[in-house]
Structure formats: structure tokens, C-alpha cells
């Protein structure tokens, strides 16, 4: 069963409701590239999303899951 980012987060899904997705996703993303732990740019990508969206770090965290998994699961495709 897929469930979508937007059953964590109501903006999840709306781009015109929440325009820091790209954001989030490319400073995990350039994380990653240089080296960090997926723990530690998991947590920085949670950070900017709280930055933007406050949140609880357990609901953010979700969120950029969510998200991760999402775009991953596209690049593939």
C-alpha cells in the first residue's frame, strides 16, 4: 500500500503551499554527496523544513522521509 507525504504533512504535496521541498531535498541531497552521515544530513534537511514549517522533530523527520523516499523511488523510474 503506498500512503502519500501528504497524510504526515498537509503541505506536503502542494507546491504552492510549501516551496522549500526543493529546497529540502537538494541540501540533503548535496549532504550526502560531500560525505555526511545519512543521519546527520536526515537531520540538517529536518532543520530547514522546522525552519519553514514548525513542527515537532519526529513530524519533520517523517516529512523528509517522505520525501527522500518519494524522490528516490522517481529517479529510479
Known sequence: ???SCFEVFDK??????????GIVLNAYGNLRA?????????KAAS??????HPSSVAESRNVV?????????QAAN
Open 12 to 21: 506536503a504535496d502542494d507546491p504552492e503551499a510549501c516551496k522549500c521541498k
Open 34 to 42: 560531500h560525505g555526511m552521515p545519512e543521519s546527520e544530513a536526515l
Open 65 to 73: 522521509e517522505c520525501w527522500i523516499f518519494e524522490h528516490s523511488r
Open 47 to 52: 532543520r530547514i523544513l522546522r525552519h519553514h
Open 1 to 3: 500500500m503506498t500512503h
